[in-house]
């Protein structure tokens, strides 16, 4: 629609012609909406399995849970349009934050808070790499979910619309939230993948490094946007220079971090320390771990039977 607008006369969003310029908005939240659950949906599954693993402990509310990520796919298709009739994501806390107004589906955001929080306080959890980035991920993932329940209010939304206070929340549950989901399935999972044993150490710098680093760059985003600097403008007043110079310190940071990260990976390979059939100890349950690292093709003949003694 916007190409034939600019290239061949029609007016979908030109109001000139009869368009509406707000409908190109409408048409984009359809899918960028339901588009950020998706996303986060594999995050949740990672980190469930991570903290289940070095806690020893199973998940704690498993159908709550499963049946909370279900009415999320459903309930985005739902709630796609209203939240941006008057500013940009009014409720894209998500899951593990999903506060509603109508209590059943309240409910279950309150469940995936509480499995996740309640899982790394039981059993015995060690501070593992993969570990590490998963306790990560659940605190941005809080921190953006508050602030979206902040932006759900429409007073206050209607301020802060298009400010930098909704690049931060966004910036928490996703950039931040899905991506240190990311890394934590990559620790988890590498030692299976390629055989060989990253170096710990280096991992929970990479950690540390990231994790500073991202949240100077947006923290400080939430008061730019709550003193009024809009985004997508290419300078500001004076008044804003400090918190953009702390958040272009942490963007330097965690572009640093990035770096460091590709030479874990080429320090796995380069010392070729062999990670064994399963180095999570106990906590590590599912099949993968009873296989060697890494897995040769065509394992089983047949399905194995999994029972409840074994989990």
């Not at 190409?3 to 006369?9: A, I, M, P, Q, V």
């Not at 955001?109 to 590490?132: K, N």
């Not at 990260?261 to 390979?269: G, N, Q």
Request: net charge positive.
């Amino acid at each position: 629609m916007l190409l034939t607008d600019r290239n061949f006369g029609t007016a979908f969003f030109d109001p000139a012609g009869g368009g509406d310029p707000i409908l190109f908005q409408h048409l984009f939240w359809f899918f960028g909406h339901p588009e950020v659950y998706i996303l986060i949906l594999p995050g949740f599954g990672l980190v469930s399995h991570i903290i289940s693993t070095f806690s020893r402990k199973p998940i704690f509310g498993y159908l709550g849970m499963a049946y909370a990520m279900v009415a999320i796919g459903v309930g985005r298709l739902r709630r796609v349009g209203s939240p941006h009739v008057y500013g940009r994501p009014v409720a894209q806390h998500a899951a593990l934050f999903r506060v509603r107004h109508d209590g059943d589906r309240g409910a279950h955001g309150r469940e995936d808070l509480l499995a996740g929080s309640r899982r790394c306080g039981a059993g015995r959890s060690r501070s593992s790499t993969p570990m590490l980035w998963a306790v990560g991920f659940i605190f941005l993932f809080t921190v953006g979910g508050v602030t979206g329940v902040v932006l759900a209010n429409a007073g206050i939304d209607r301020q802060l619309h298009d400010t930098y206070y909704v690049v931060a929340h966004f910036h928490y549950v996703l950039s931040l939230g899905a991506v240190f989901a990311l890394f934590a399935g990559f620790y988890y999972w590498f030692p299976k993948m390629s055989g060989y044993m990253y170096n710990e150490t280096l991992g929970k710098v990479h950690f540390w490094m990231m994790f500073v680093g991202v949240n100077l760059t947006f923290f400080p985003q939430h008061f730019l946007g709550l003193a009024g600097m809009p985004r997508r403008y290419v300078d500001y007043p004076e008044a804003f220079l400090l918190w953009n110079q702390i958040s272009s310190y942490g963007s330097y940071l965690s572009g640093i971090g990035a770096l460091f990260f590709l030479y874990i990976v080429w320090d796995a390979f380069a010392k070729k320390r062999l990670a064994g059939d399963n180095p999570w100890g106990v906590g590590a349950t599912t099949l993968e771990w009873t296989l060697p690292s890494p897995p040769p093709f065509h394992q089983y003949e047949t399905l194995p039977r999994i029972t409840g003694k074994d989990h």
